[in-house]
């Protein structure tokens, strides 16, 4: 219970589904993060909203503390990333090693057999059988606005079969007319949208005060043609497709189109240096449909390239080493290395990894003259 409506309601629906409800939330800010966790996801006040939800709902609550894990496993996973030149994705960290990861061994020494969550998702459990347990399906919420499936892809079967979502096949509007008609007091509350530790969503700043100024790698920036553009403070504070903060004196918009953490090195380019059409994955985490996984078994599907990215058809061949490589059949801006890509067949999740750095095939051309530049 992170002390906002939907996990408020979810908990709700799961006793009503006759469920025995236990309500958890977890403590997963740093000492140093508290005084700015007011306002955000398991912060203080979401602690204490929580607490007040579980009074009123008649269920048990807890406050476990997951802080040395949470800074271990997402925060300084937030934190590499960016040194290495990749934008990351903490809210899928956060899911596959800290909700449905870690938490598990203190759900279950409360006696649970799930891990119920207020996730827009939908995740289809198989009927046990003593011979054969069965695979768990996850397909998009209902509410394709408010679908969170995307950030559910690396999740395991056992970490899948063991997980409920209840507000998968339901609406936003209808999880606020429930808490409303509860009375809850969280009924209204504003929905975050920003990453949970990230006051203001100004990560360059929360690594500034995480880091420390000194532990950023300056370098230089150049253009697509090899020019000299620019020295900067760090490559930690760039991203693929960044159009502020870079130096003026073009009369066009200019963006990051690569970054190279072995020299540190930033490209900058105008928007066509954007758009590609190939690139790997690795890391995938294929969920158990018949043939999908086995390299050179291609597939046709629908790729997200990050959380609000519409999906687009693309052409999908597993290969060796838990890698693939996605063809899309029609070119998109800024694939940023260190983001999911995910893989859908409408609904269903097939499965997804991580854009891996390299030179797509798009830009291969545009961009060969850089090849001393760029990383392998």
């Known amino acids: 219970m992170s002390g906002g409506v939907d996990s408020s309601v979810a908990g709700y629906l799961l006793r009503e589904q006759g469920y025995e409800v236990i309500g958890v939330t977890m403590k997963v800010w740093p000492q140093d993060c508290i005084s700015r966790a007011e306002d955000k ?11 007040v939800v579980a009074h009123s709902l008649g269920i048990p609550h807890y406050v476990v503390d997951e802080a040395d894990q949470f800074e271990r496993l997402v925060i300084d996973y937030f934190s590499s990333e960016y040194r290495a030149g990749r934008t990351p994705n903490p809210c899928v960290m956060c899911n596959e090693k800290i909700k449905f990861g870690n938490l598990w ?101 929360f690594l500034r005060s995480h880091l420390g100024e ?71 985490n294929w969920h158990p449909v018949a043939g999908i996984g086995n390299p050179g078994f291609r597939l046709e599907a629908t790729v997200k390239i990050r959380y609000n990215h519409p999906g687009t058809p693309a052409s999908v061949t597993p290969l060796e080493n838990n890698r693939a490589r996605i063809r899309l059949h029609e070119p998109q801006r800024a694939v940023t290395p260190g983001q999911a890509a995910v893989i859908y067949d409408g609904d269903l999740v097939l499965g997804g990894g991580w854009i891996c750095r390299g030179e797509p095939a798009r830009r291969t051309e545009a961009l060969g003259h850089l090849s001393a530049f760029l990383p392998a």
């Open 41 to 51: 996801c398991c912060g203080p006040q979401a602690v204490a909203d929580a607490r």
């Open 105 to 205: 061994s203190k759900a279950a020494a409360l006696g649970c057999d799930y891990i119920g969550t207020g996730h827009y998702a939908i995740i289809e459990h198989p009927v046990a059988r003593v011979d054969e347990p069965g695979f768990a399906v996850l397909r998009k919420g209902v509410d394709l606005r408010k679908d969170q499936s995307y950030f559910l892809f690396s999740l395991r079967q056992p970490q899948l079969r063991r997980a409920l979502t209840p507000l998968g096949k339901m609406s936003k509007p209808q999880i606020r007319n429930i808490a409303r008609s509860l009375g809850l007091k969280v009924a209204d509350k504003i929905d975050s949208q920003e990453i949970c530790f990230v006051p203001g969503n100004d990560y360059k700043a």
């Open 214 to 284: 000194t532990e950023f790698h300056r370098g230089e920036i150049y253009d697509v043609n090899g020019n000299f553009i620019a020295e900067h403070a760090g490559i930690e504070l760039f991203t693929i497709g960044q159009r502020k903060g870079l130096p003026g004196g073009s009369p066009r918009p200019r963006y990051v189109v690569d970054l190279d953490p072995e020299t540190n090195r930033v490209i900058i380019g105008d928007a066509d240096d954007l758009v590609c059409d190939e690139f790997e994955i690795d890391h995938v």
